[in-house]
């Protein structure tokens, strides 16, 4: 094959050439940066909280009887007892803040009392006994809080002095690079000193840069269901809906008085879901796009193979008339078209980083890995072969008696 040929003949079709050039690398610049945007979205749906989210379900009181604090904790309590009676429960807590949520409660927390010492934004998690168990919590060093280190909120808020508190993994190694967590004391409410390090438990939602995801910690409060909402923990995950069932008729008949419906209630799993619904439809959005860039380019290629070859008859028919076979044609196409695709894929690996330095820029997105380039390149050459081979039979498939009879 001499490419010195091929050049030639693209010289003299060098708008044709150029535009299909740009267009192929236009395609290859948006191609990469949404396969990348994609991978983005995919990877944050499927991202773990740390909760067996399978056995957890969720339940919200929509308006609440006005009362004592003391008699909206006994009301708490009976709301519980209730609770863990229905078949099929086998932990229920009250927790201050759910995942998947709209609101995130949040503290800074450093390592010195000092009024300007550096901090980072943790948020904070408040239950009783029950919660970790309820939310399947694994530990990764320490204990979980005892029984008679739990306080009331107002406790809390006031700085009840040397609580206890748990810190994820992602908040220890922060801290505490190398060194272990447990034992040390950090300030968020006072001074706390870490009694345990979780494994993974993650914000309600997302918010500022993505190593905060994994910040939180966990403080021995004995909440009232009005600051928060009931968690319970089902035996088996089929029973979800008829323990949901339950749970709303033990609430009802444990305080009439309040609004209790089953549009405060649902699983922490279709939480996720609508949670990350915008995700998926940017990610399928995303695919939409791609693939009709693939077909517009696609397109092209077959228009402007098919234009060359119907120029072209009477050079095809000398060719076949002194011993070019119907492969050498084929080839010949086809290394003319793997020309014009790597040019196209050059300059779109010039405009993909471009586009993706402006995406970090202005949406704080990842910088694009390295793969997505080859990766985008095989895609644009796979379909330049495939769109080329079409009219690229055609031209093989030419007589040479009926080419030059066309002189």
Known sequence: MHFRHILSALGRHRIAVGLLVLEIAFSCAVVCNALFLIGDRLERMQRPSGVDEAHVVELFIGSVTPGSADAVMAQTRTDLAALQAIPGVASASVINQTLFGNSLSSSGVSLSDAAKAPSIPVTQYMGDARLAGTLGLKLAAGQWFKPDEFVTREQLISGSPGLPVIITKAVAEHLFPGQPAVGKTIYAFGANRVVGVLDRLVQPRDSGPAAYYGYAMMFPVNLPYTEGAYVIRVKDASQREAVIQGA??????????RL?????AFTLESQRDKYYRNDRAMAWLLVGVCLLLLVVTAVGIVGLTSFWVAQRRRQIGI????GATRGDILRYFQA????IATLGIVLGMVLTYGINLLLMRHYELGRLPGYY???GA???????QLAVLGPALR???????VATRSV
């Open 319 to 322: 060719r076949r008339a002194i």
């Open 260 to 264: 209790i419906t089953p549009k405060y």
């Open 248 to 257: 709303l008729r033990a609430l009802k008949a444990s305080g009439p008085m």
């Open 373 to 375: 380039l080859p990766l």
């Open 336 to 339: 003319e078209n793997f020309l």
């Open 395 to 401: 031209a093989a498939a030419v007589p040479p008696v």
């Open 378 to 384: 095989l895609v644009l050459w796979v379909l330049g």
